[in-house]
């Protein structure tokens, strides 16, 4: 294998903010791979990882905000970042479409977060070189 | 070629990092990282079996990060490289899959 060449990578990110380091271990590990010149296909969040996509949390002001990270991370180099449907709408992840067809008050998912179906993951496994997995 | 397996939870409370030893090989990484930098101690559950591991040529790494906000710097265990992010990105292109634990 030639190391020099550029791989495409996909990450899925299985755990909430807070509840482990893992989705703060994948960015730094997004950041590490986009510095080095490789390309990052998606972020794919699955399981309780969706709760990365609340545009709700609002954490204090002195800590590191992981979803803007992603969010900044999303329009500095155009990732695809994308959210499975069935595990964001039983945790209560909606976007305005997903609101409207549940008929409920309010939606809260984050700009640069796209909600989308498990075959994003599937997708992401087939084009990418590697796909790493950061666990709960 | 080989499996890079990384593993994120400390073996005094999970058992990953015993999991994985059972079916690592010999020519497999290892890559401890979060709580799973735990493994890495002298003392900790595994940690004869990864010197055996390390003594028949397998390669076991931990994230300096993780060590570091744990204070573990002074505590790892013998032939357990520690590494950064940037190596870890290496890492999991010199292997041909990434198997994570946890």
Known sequence: ?136 | MSTLHTINKSPYAHNALSSCLKVCAMNDGILLLEDGVFGALISAPGAQELQILIKHGANVFALVNDIKARGLEEKVAPDIKLIDYNTFVQLTLDHRCVQSWY
């Open chain 1, 1 to 136: 294998m030639d190391h020099a060449s550029i791989m495409i990578f996909s990450l899925a990110i299985y755990s909430a903010p807070y509840s482990s380091q893992a989705s703060y271990t994948a960015y730094q590990f997004a950041v590490a791979l986009l510095s080095q010149g490789h390309s990052l296909h998606r972020v794919f969040f699955y399981q309780d990882g969706v709760h990365n996509a609340t545009n709700l949390a609002a954490p204090p002001q002195d800590e590191f905000d992981l979803q803007k990270a992603w969010q900044q991370l999303a329009k500095d180099y155009q990732l695809d970042l994308v959210v499975c449907i069935a595990a964001a709408l039983r945790r209560g992840i909606l976007n305005e479409g997903e609101a409207k067809r549940y008929d409920k008050a309010s939606h809260n998912c984050a700009e640069e977060f796209t909600i989308s179906g498990l075959g994003q993951l599937v997708e992401a496994a087939a084009v990418s070189d590697k796909l790493i997995s950061f666990g709960y």
